[in-house]
């Protein structure tokens, strides 16, 4: 397993430095430059296009963030790659775009989007796993779903996996889930076929007893997102090693 210790050292800014007023969009070419100009690691999201590439990119639709409307995994990454992002000059890019522009010089916290409606994609999965493989940087996986990080764990085992979760109380967003899925969810049960290497939870949903237990007994760190207020500030200084932040300057007092 490759050395974790990048995840606490320094604040992870959520889908980059962003700051849509100003043309910075998330996820962005231009977002993930800021956060590199200030030092902070990244946190970034990945969608798969039609033919199965990886695009940096957080929602299911292209509707908020681009021009165009419809379902990002209709489109090709040759379509998807030249869709200009609202607000600004910046287009739609693939994984190895995002890798080329970091090249190492903080790390990387990459969350693989899921729907959870069948099994993931393992030639996806394996794909974005031999780009990691190859790359020197310090990089780590994140998701909701275990059998995406039970795939990642069988392509790249050295890769860090990080068990991604909230309360999984809220029916809006977890009502397809069955009640024993969510109590699964909701107690990281999974951790045995997954092997976490660190815990990303809500900070809304801290302290909670099995990110805590995972810290006490087996040493795994708690990142903790999305702090965006000084009361999130306060109790991820309480409950966790380190903070996925956006909407302010976190190296601030």
């Known amino acids: 397993m490759r050395d974790i210790a990048w995840l606490t050292s320094r604040p992870i800014a959520h889908r980059g430095y962003h700051d849509a007023p100003r043309g910075v969009l998330e996820n962005s070419p231009s977002a993930v430059e800021a956060a590199l100009a200030r030092g902070f690691s990244i946190e970034v999201d990945l969608q798969p296009s039609a033919d199965g590439k990886a695009m940096v990119f957080h929602d299911d639709a292209l509707d908020r963030l681009t021009f165009e409307t419809g379902d990002i995994r209709d489109r090709s990454a040759a379509e998807l790659t030249r869709l200009r992002m609202r607000g600004g000059d910046d287009r739609l890019w693939l994984l190895e775009d995002l890798l080329g522009l970091v090249d190492g010089k903080v790390g990387l916290c990459i969350e693989l989007k899921s729907r959870f409606a069948r099994r993931p994609d393992a030639e996806w999965i394996g794909g974005i796993a031999r780009l990691l493989q190859a790359y020197p940087g310090p990089v780590a996986v994140k998701s909701f779903d275990p059998d995406m990080l039970e795939l990642m764990r069988a392509a790249a085992p050295e890769i860090p996996r990080g068990a991604l979760g909230d309360g999984a109380r809220d029916l ?82």
């Open 172 to 253: 809006e967003e977890w009502g397809r889930a069955s009640r024993m899925d969510r109590f699964i969810l909701r107690n990281i049960l999974y951790a045995p076929r997954v092997r976490p290497s660190f815990v990303s939870w809500w900070v809304k949903d801290l302290p909670a007893l099995a990110p805590s237990l995972l810290r006490r007994v087996f040493g795994l760190p708690i990142i903790t997102w999305t702090v965006r207020t000084a009361e999130d500030r306060k109790r991820a200084a309480a409950f966790a090693d380190q903070i996925v932040f956006e909407g302010f300057d976190a190296d601030a007092p």
